[in-house]
């Protein structure tokens, strides 16, 4: 598996990496043996960085992927591990310093790690974002200085976050950004603030390339946030696919691997069988590229949805 640098952070994360909200059964029920043997295919085939969140499942995937990893038996050092703040199922958001530092003790405790690789600031187009900038990051930071966190991040929908944070903190106390949604066949809108994030020196986590189950044969979950223009568009993109004895998936995936400004493209996986397909896409990716012919046939089909998102986040002054 290819891994490539993390923007300034030293940290080199495989291409392909493991979203493990689905861990905490937000695309239907995984049984832990399940769980546990598709970590382990993922580590042997070369994935070494993990997403998580005490919101997902409500705290269920920061405490299974923490399992699965023990079960590994993988040393602490041979994977990167990521969890997030801020955000809960029971309590909503909550960016307050005190709340988010005791948010990362429970997060430790329930993965069983001492520390995280990457401590993102979970959605914050869901408060202020002054609150961000004054309260948040300064309380990260804190969290970083004892050594809780190794690196610190934001994420979120709206890409118009990005700069209204990195442009008002100090260089170098937000390392990394986490965009979903934004770099995948049906939406590239993240690639306009690639040269922008690197010229901040911030490294780039791209997730949900198959559009959080939008571009999957068996189409998105009950709760997915999108219009129903680009849920029946992406869904006519999969029978296309379908039809032609070819993968929506696959070609989802290398889609959003093609992109060397992107450094791992994070993809919620719940089996052995979704791990091996999506290393394999990426392996196939580098040895043969992409299929061509069907990705302009997809693209096509897109285009009348194309960038199309949805709303998220408060109103922001
Ligand atoms: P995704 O686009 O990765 O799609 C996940 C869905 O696709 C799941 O239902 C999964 O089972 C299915 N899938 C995966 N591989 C497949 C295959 N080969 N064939 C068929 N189906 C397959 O969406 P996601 O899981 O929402 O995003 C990936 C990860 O990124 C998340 O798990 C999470 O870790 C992270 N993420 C973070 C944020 C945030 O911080 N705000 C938002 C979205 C995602």
Not at 145 to 152: D, L, P, S, V
Request: net charge negative.
């Amino acid at each position: 598996m290819e891994l490539r640098e993390l923007g300034g952070t030293g940290l080199r994360v495989s291409t392909v990496g493991f979203g493990a909200s689905p861990l905490g059964n937000v695309f239907g029920d995984v049984p832990r043996d399940t769980a546990r043997a598709a970590v382990r295919r993922a580590l042997d085939l070369g994935i070494n960085f993990f997403d998580t969140s005490p919101y997902y499942g409500g705290t269920i995937s920061e405490s299974v992927l923490g399992d699965c990893l023990r079960h590994a038996a993988v040393p602490r050092d041979r994977v990167i591990v990521a969890t997030k703040c801020g955000r809960y199922k029971d309590e909503g958001f909550d960016f307050s310093a005190n709340r988010v530092t005791r948010s990362i003790d429970e997060s430790l405790a329930r993965l069983g790690l001492d520390y995280v690789d990457i401590l993102h600031a979970h959605d914050i187009e869901f408060t202020h974002l002054e609150q961000i900038v004054n309260e948040t990051i300064p309380a990260l930071q804190k969290i970083k200085e004892n050594g809780k966190a190794r690196f610190i991040g934001i994420t979120g929908l709206p890409l118009s976050i990005y700069p209204y944070v990195l442009d008002r903190v100090a260089p170098g106390s937000v390392d990394v950004i986490l965009s979903y949604c934004h770099y995948g066949i049906n939406d590239t809108s993240l690639v306009d603030l690639l040269p922008y994030l690197k010229s901040k020196g911030v490294g780039v986590i791209s997730a949900s390339p198959l559009s959080m189950g939008l571009l999957t044969d068996n189409g998105p979950p009950e709760w997915h946030p999108a219009p129903e223009e680009l849920k029946s568009a992406c869904k006519a993109a999969a029978d296309h696919c379908r039809k032609k004895g070819k993968s929506i998936t696959k070609l989802a995936m290398q889609y959003s691997l093609m992109n060397n400004e992107i450094s791992t493209v994070l993809v919620g996986m719940n089996s052995l069988e979704q791990v091996e397909e999506n290393v394999a896409a990426a392996l196939e990716l580098s040895t043969s590229g992409i299929d061509d012919e069907l990705l302009r046939e997809v693209e096509a089909i897109l285009e009348p949805v194309k960038n199309l998102t949805w709303p998220s986040g408060i109103q922001q002054a």
